[in-house]
């Protein structure tokens, strides 16, 4: 990882858990779970990045545990219990019209004590009650934690979620929805995300996570709401994800559209970012092709903006076929979540055993890929060194040239950036002198009228 050139790790939850949700379901915020290893493992991990020069970024996991996790057996075991109210406990069975993330009603009724608790995704993910203080110092506590052992910063999950209408009004239907009723999407989730006081919970997190450390946060919303998870200067999220970009048509007025929209919404002295993928939604070389998945890499190393890139994406890695007796996520989210495949050899030189998912492409490995210059991985590497390099893609302002099948834009004074995002080849006036080009070929050129094949893009000196 060091040697890619990139500056931090995020790992996904590796804290101990049931694994009903992958890790996103935890019984203990301060244990390993005994899968990955223990917490001296951990601290390893930690030492052994900062050695090489790599910050260390942690999933933390607010809005709900797993029904596993001792405080919901507390909560559940009576309607006295000091903990009862850590958890969003109603009468009613089930209390309103609310649906699980997931699918299906988000109340599970509780025989027992004779009422209903609120979960935006799994049953066994019992959301927590974020209004109440004790909840709130427990999970800065777990914060503290991890922050004494050394970690750099924290991607906190669902953080639209954490707060719900207090007063449980049904969620509108969406309009014109002719599908399934018990689907996510059949309601707008007004009174379950993004409630205007949730701001002020993204403002104790910041508080407690500190300004040494990073603070992203998974939101995903409309441009406009998605920015007022900045907050006011040192109030809010440092790096709200954006993932508009994995949701766009692959076109180039579209994508210069969402791009001049972001840049005027991010707030004076806020910093953006962009995503391409994660380990939610499908590859991005599944989504474009892999034609179109080196023009995709250059266009996320160029944008103005810290970069989010998925492991396995920089060897243009696809979704991966599971066959129904494989499948692991209650989701369908399997196919992006296959193994980073490290050689060719049958466990990909990531297991000797059984993988808890099909590895896809044996051909498709960082080993063959680091023996070809021209290959996707190096076009990584070579695309992070240049932004580090180059002021102009560090810091240099955004403006867009072109958007007519090839996306073009001026980075500061003197980058410009051309993408062929059609099938075809296409001719753009652009000139200038090439320094970087998606195929790794083309350096040192110096074309009076740019031609570019399909799928492929240029940096150019101009
Ligand atoms: C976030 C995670 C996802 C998880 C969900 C519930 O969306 O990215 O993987 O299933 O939260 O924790």
């Given at each position: 990882m060091a040697s890619l050139g990139v500056e931090a790790i995020w790992l996904t939850p590796f804290y101990?858990?049931?694994?009903?949700?992958f890790g996103y379901d935890?019984?203990?915020?301060c244990a390993v779970d005994p899968s990955f290893g223990t917490l001296e493992d951990f601290d390893a991990l930690v030492a052994e990045a900062h050695r090489t020069g790599l910050r260390v970024i942690l999933d933390f996991v607010p809005n709900h545990t797993s029904d596993q996790h001792p405080w919901f057996a507390e909560s559940r075991a009576?309607?006295?219990?000091?903990?009862?109210?850590w958890y969003l406990w109603r009468d009613g069975n089930p209390p309103n019209n609310w649906i699980s993330v997931f699918g299906g009603p988000a109340w599970t009724w509780d025989e027992a004590t004779g009422q209903s608790y609120y979960h935006a995704y799994l049953a066994e993910q019992p959301d927590l009650n974020w209004r109440n203080p004790e909840v709130r110092e427990a999970m800065f506590a777990v914060l503290r934690f991890w922050i004494a052992r050394g970690v750099d910063g924290f991607r906190v999950d669902a953080m639209r979620q954490v707060l719900k209408d207090l007063s449980l009004r049904d969620n509108p239907a969406v309009e014109g929805w002719d599908g399934?009723?018990?689907?996510?999407?059949?309601?707008?989730?007004e009174f379950t995300t993004d409630l205007d006081e949730v701001q002020e919970v993204v403002a104790a997190l910041r508080r407690a996570i500190g300004d040494e450390r990073l603070f992203m946060a998974e939101v995903t919303a409309p441009i406009p709401r998605l920015v007022r998870y900045y907050g006011a200067a040192g109030e809010g999220a440092h790096l709200p994800f954006n993932f508009h970009l994995i949701f766009a048509d692959w076109d180039a007025a579209a994508i210069a559209a969402l791009v001049e929209e972001y840049e005027a919404a991010v707030p004076d002295g806020a910093w953006p970012n962009w995503v391409l993928g994660n380990h939610d939604q499908p590859r991005v070389a599944s989504r474009v092709g892999p034609r179109q998945a080196r023009a995709a890499a250059m266009l996320l190393l160029t944008l103005r903006g810290t970069p989010t890139l998925y492991y396995g994406d920089e060897i243009g890695m696809e979704d991966v076929l599971v066959p129904p007796e494989r499948v692991v996520d209650p989701d369908g989210r399997d196919p992006e979540r296959s193994p980073m495949r490290w050689t060719g050899e049958p466990g990909a030189g990531?297991?000797?055993?059984?993988?808890?998912l099909p590895l896809g492409d044996p051909a498709v490995n960082v080993e063959a890929q680091e023996a070809d210059p021209r290959s996707i991985l190096a076009l990584h590497r070579r695309l992070i060194a240049l932004r580090g390099a180059r002021e102009d893609l560090l810091t240099g302002s955004y403006e867009t040239l072109q958007a007519d099948g090839v996306l073009a834009y001026r980075r500061g004074t003197s980058t410009v950036v051309a993408l062929n995002l059609t099938g075809a080849p296409r001719s753009a006036a652009l000139s200038g002198e090439i320094v970087l080009d998606t195929g790794l070929a083309r350096a040192g050129e110096r074309p009076d009228r740019l031609q570019l094949a399909a799928g492929e893009g240029v940096i150019l000196d101009a």
């Open positions: 101990a858990s049931p694994m009903r949700d935890i019984s203990d915020h009576s309607r006295e219990s000091p903990r009862r109210d399934p009723r018990d689907v996510y999407a059949s309601l707008r989730p990531f297991t000797s055993g059984e993988p808890w």
